[in-house]
C-alpha cells in the first residue's frame, strides 16, 4: 500500500494547549524515539507544538492515534476559487443516421481587429438541455466545430476570454450569419458596480489596516498593486515567491481591495491605503489548495498582524484543520472573510459556513456589464428593492449568509492588465476592501490588544454597518457593507 498525505493535529486546537501535550511529537520524529510507532515521515511543520505535514500508510493511521492518545489524523484536503462556473455542454447534438457533419467556424477578435487566441467558446443549439458543442480558438483566433448537417441555428453563443475583454453572449443566431466575434476591453474606467455603489475610493481608505490575500499570489510587478509582503505556504515550494502563480485570481481578487490606480488608466480598489500581503497557497500553475497550506496561510498572517483575511476560495466538506486554524485567526484578533460559493443556490460551502469566518454572496446590478456578455447570464431572481439589483444566479444560499456585495461583471486588475471577472470569489474581496476602509476610520479599535475580543468587535462593527438589499437574509445576511 503506497503512503497517503495527512496533516497531524494536537487534541484541542490548533497549537498544543501547553508543553506537556505536544501529543508526542518529539518521540513521534525523533528527538525521544521511545515509543512503537508506524513510519511517519514528516514533510513540513507550522510550528513546534503545532500541525504537521506527514507521509503514512493509511492501515498504519489506527496504530499511530493508538500510540498517540488524542492525536487527530486528518486526510489532505483541496480548495478552489471561488469563481463562477461557465457554461458547458452536458450533450452533444444528435447526429441522425447516414447524416452528415458540417464545418463552422467562428473568429473572435479585438476591437481593433487582432485575433483572441485562447478563447473557450460554447455553442448552444438547446440552452434549458445545454445541449452543444465546444472549441478553443487558435493563434489566429479561430474556433472550428463539427456538427450534424441539420443544425443551422444556436440558441447560444458563449465566449469566455482568459483575460482583457469581456466575455460575450449570442443568442438565437442563424450560424451562415455569424463568422466572427468582436470583444469589448475590460477597462479600468469601466462604470462597473464597485462605482454604482461604493463611488471612488478616497486616498486614505484603508490606511493602517493591513490585509492579507490567502489565494493564487499576487502579481507584484502589476503597476496598481504595492505588495508590501507575504509568503508562500506551499510544500516544496520557495517561501519567499508569493507572487501570481499564473492564473490571476489573486491579483484580481488583490485588486478590489487594494488597488492603487486612478482610472481611466489605472483601477482603484475600495482601500487603496490598505497594507496588502500575500499568502499564496496554490502551487504554480494549480488551481486547488490543500487545507494544510491554507492553515500555515493564515497561522502566518496571523502571527504578522493582519486583521483582514480573505479568502476567495472554497468547497469541499468541512475541514477540521482549516476550522482550526480561522479560530487560531480569530484568537490573535483577525477577521475571515470567505466566498460562499457558486453552486447555484446550493448550501454556504466551507469555509464560508464556518461560524467564524464570515460568509458573503454575490449579488448584481443590470446596466453594469455589457447587455451582450456572458454576465446576462446570471441575473436571477430574487431582486433586491431596487428592481435593477439581483442575488447572482450562480450564488450559493444559506442561514449562515452574513453579507453580500457586487460580485458579477467585475473588472479589477489583472497579470499584465485588467480582466472582467465574475463569482462570491469577488464579492469576497469587495467585502474585504469595505471593512478595511471602514476599519481605517476606527483607529482606537485597531490599536486593542489582538486578541478574540478584538475580533468579536471587528466582526460586530463590520455587520453594524451594512444596508439591506432586499433579497432576504438567507441570501444577503445582514446586507452590503458600507464604507
Given amino acids: 500500500m503506497s503512503e497517503e498525505l495527512f496533516v497531524l493535529m494536537p487534541p484541542s486546537g490548533f497549537r498544543a494547549a501547553s508543553a506537556s501535550l505536544t501529543f508526542g511529537l518529539r518521540d513521534l520524529f525523533g528527538a525521544r ?27 498504519r493511521a489506527p496504530s499511530l492515534r493508538a500510540a498517540c492518545p488524542g492525536l487527530r489524523v486528518e486526510p489532505l484536503r483541496f480548495f478552489r476559487p471561488a469563481l463562477a462556473p461557465r457554461v458547458r455542454p452536458a450533450a452533444r447534438p444528435h447526429l441522425a443516421a447516414a447524416e452528415r457533419l458540417r464545418r463552422w467556424t467562428l473568429r473572435v477578435i479585438a476591437a481593433d481587429g487582432a485575433p483572441v487566441p485562447g478563447s473557450w467558446i460554447v455553442l448552444l443549439t438547446h440552452a434549458k438541455t445545454r445541449t452543444g458543442v465546444e472549441a478553443v480558438t487558435d493563434a489566429s483566433g479561430t474556433a472550428r466545430f463539427s456538427l450534424p448537417a441539420s443544425v443551422s441555428r ?76 507575504g509568503r508562500n505556504t506551499v510544500v516544496g515550494e520557495k517561501p519567499n515567491d508569493f507572487g501570481d502563480n499564473g492564473e490571476g485570481h489573486g491579483t484580481h481578487v488583490a485588486g478590489l481591495i487594494a488597488g492603487r490606480g486612478r482610472p481611466p488608466s489605472g483601477f482603484r480598489g475600495l482601500a487603496p491605503a490598505a497594507e496588502l500581503r500575500s499568502y499564496r497557497v496554490f502551487a504554480k500553475g494549480r488551481g486547488e489548495a490543500s487545507n494544510y497550506a491554507l492553515a ?5 498572517a496571523a502571527h504578522d498582524g493582519c486583521d483582514l483575511i480573505n479568502l476567495s476560495l472554497g468547497g469541499g466538506a468541512p475541514d477540521p484543520v482549516l476550522r482550526a486554524a480561522i479560530e487560531h485567526t480569530r484568537r490573535h484578533g483577525a477577521l475571515v472573510l470567505a466566498a460562499a460559493g457558486n453552486e447555484r443556490r446550493s448550501p454556504v460551502s466551507f469555509p464560508a459556513s464556518d461560524s467564524l469566518a464570515f460568509a458573503v454572496s454575490a449579488m448584481g446590478r443590470e446596466g453594469t456589464f455589457p447587455e451582450d456578455s456572458v454576465e446576462a447570464l446570471d441575473v436571477a431572481p430574487p431582486r433586491g428593492t431596487d428592481r435593477k439589483n439581483f442575488l447572482a444566479a450562480f450564488s450559493n444560499i444559506g442561514i449562515e449568509m452574513d ?9 479589477s486588475t489583472f497579470p499584465g492588465g485588467y480582466a472582467a471577472m465574475s463569482g462570491t470569489s469577488m464579492a469576497c474581496p469587495v467585502a474585504t476592501g469595505a471593512a478595511a476602509a471602514h476599519f481605517s476610520r476606527q483607529p482606537s479599535l485597531l490599536a486593542r490588544q489582538r486578541d478574540a475580543e478584538r475580533s468579536a468587535r471587528m466582526a460586530a462593527a463590520v455587520l453594524d454597518a451594512t444596508r439591506v438589499l432586499g433579497f432576504g437574509p438567507e441570501y444577503e445576511g445582514q446586507g452590503m457593507p458600507t464604507l
Avoid: C
Fill in 296 to 300: 500555515k496561510a493564515l497561522d502566518a
Fill in 403 to 411: 453579507l453580500t456585495a457586487p460580485g458579477v461583471g467585475i473588472v
Fill in 154 to 229: 444556436a440558441q447560444q453563443v458563449l465566449v469566455y476570454p482568459r483575460s482583457g475583454f469581456w466575455g460575450a453572449l449570442r443568442r438565437n443566431i442563424a450560424l451562415d450569419t455569424l463568422r466572427e466575434i468582436r470583444l469589448r476591453p475590460a477597462e479600468p474606467s469601466w462604470p462597473g458596480a464597485l462605482g454604482h455603489f461604493y463611488g471612488a475610493a478616497r486616498d486614505e481608505a484603508g490606511r493602517g489596516v493591513r490585509v492579507a490575500v490567502v489565494d493564487t499570489g499576487v502579481d507584484r510587478a502589476h503597476a496598481d498593486l504595492a505588495v508590501a509582503g
Fill in 33 to 59: 524515539p521511545r515509543l512503537r510507532l508506524p513510519r511517519v515521515r514528516l514533510l513540513d511543520s507550522i510550528a513546534d507544538d503545532g500541525p504537521k505535514l506527514v507521509a503514512l500508510r493509511p492501515d
